[in-house]
């Protein structure tokens, strides 16, 4: 079983940066694919990015390519997005998730955190 808490979240402006983190707990972390998601209001939750177990391989959805960055730490247990040149599309909650990168891809995953809330003004 894996456990997330994310953090991070807040009110940027247009064009500014956010760093959200992902707290994970439980032994198997390090061997799971971890991807971030996201749900604007009265739409579905969508993939952002996600990252293999070994940090080796990242993937990203082609609207956030080149401004936002997935990583992780496994001796810290953590995940990380690093989100630059913030647009006021990218209002959402932001979740991380846990899984096979394979359905990470398609917005699904094993383990769901509670989500925090970024809001990009213009």
């Known amino acids: 079983q894996v456990r997330l808490e994310e953090s991070g979240g807040g009110l940027v402006q247009a064009g500014g940066s956010l760093r959200l983190s992902c707290a994970a707990s439980?032994?198997?972390?390090?061997?799971?694919?971890m991807g971030w998601f996201r749900q604007a209001p009265g739409k579905d939750r969508d993939f952002v990015a996600a990252?293999?177990?070994?940090?080796?391989?990242?993937y990203y959805t082609d609207s956030v390519k080149g401004r936002f960055t997935i990583s992780r730490d496994n001796a810290k247990n953590m995940v990380y997005l690093q989100m630059n040149s913030l647009k006021p599309e990218d209002t959402a909650l932001y979740y991380c998730?846990?899984?096979?990168?394979?359905?990470?891809?398609?917005?699904?995953?094993?383990?769901w955190g509670q989500g925090t809330q970024v809001t990009v003004s213009s």
């Open positions: 998730g846990g899984g096979a990168v394979q359905r990470l891809r398609l917005g699904q995953a094993n383990y």
């Open positions: 439980g032994r198997f972390f390090s061997t799971v694919s």
């Open positions: 990252i293999n177990w070994s940090g080796d391989n990242t």
